[in-house]
Nanobody, 115 residues
């Protein structure tokens, strides 16, 4: 099993930046893929970004160029750098891990973009 803990959300003005962190209870290199989803108010959860255990990344079209997923030097952390934030990025952001086909989720962290 994997426990995931997100942090780094908050209130930010349009155009600002945030870095979300996801700390896993085991080394991320044992996971097939890790990534981030988000759930906008009244919408279904949507995939934002993924990173494989080989370091390959993928992004939703709506965030490509503004969001960057990366792995930390510590072997159990994945980050999501969010730049040029827009009000429509307001959502709860969830970290997930795919371990041998099983999906594990964090509790989510709220990102609110408002002036």
């Amino acid at each position: 099993q994997v426990q995931l803990m997100e942090s780094g959300g908050g209130l930010v003005q349009p155009g600002g930046s945030l870095r979300l962190s996801c700390a896993a209870s085991r080394t991320i290199f044992t996971m097939n893929t890790m990534g981030w989803y988000r759930q906008l108010p009244g919408k279904e959860r949507e995939l934002v970004a993924t990173i494989t255990n080989t370091g390959s990344t993928n992004y939703a079209d709506s965030v490509r160029g503004r969001f960057t997923i990366s792995r930390g030097n510590a072997k159990n952390t994945v980050y999501l750098q969010i730049d040029s934030l827009k009000p429509e990025d307001t959502a709860v952001y969830y970290c997930y891990a795919d371990l041998l086909g099983w999906l594990y989720w964090g509790q989510g962290t709220q990102v609110t973009v408002s002036s």
